[in-house]
């Protein structure tokens, strides 16, 4: 009798352990399903698409002053970002992103001075169109999409 108990118990273990290993697999592949196959990023991605990606690129904060008379009025924060389409003109920018925030800055500082506008709006748009249009004269006609201004921020001086 207690080999046939021991014998039982043996035949339950084994198929305790195929159980667990069947759950153990069931579970791996549902964790597996879950992770992307590391092989689908290293995928080429066609030329066609390459040619049509939009790219963003930051250019970060610039701080202007606005100056009135002889005067320092308030401070004006403006995070900017251009807007590309395709890889080879997103590396020309990043390529040339010194001289492009230089040509921004310059805009900025510009615009800065002769501010006498209350709509906010409208001003924000002269200012776009005023960044893109110096960028694409320095990078090439057609090289930004968009200009992007991301966060804004005004403070008066006392």
Known sequence: MESETLGEGVEMKGWQAIRNLAMAGLLFGVAFMAVPPVWAADAEVPAEADASAVHFIKLGAFVIPEVNGNQVTRHVLLEISLEVTGDG?????????????????????????????????????KLKRKIRKASNALLGDG????????NTLERKLL
């Open 89 to 125: 003109k997103k590396a020309e920018v990043e390529h040339m992103l010194p001289r492009v925030k230089d040509a921004v800055l310059r805009v900025l500082h510009r615009h800065m001075s002769r501010r006498r506008t209350s709509d906010a709006a409208q001003d924000i748009l």
């Open 143 to 150: 090289m930004i999409n968009e200009v992007l201004i991301e």
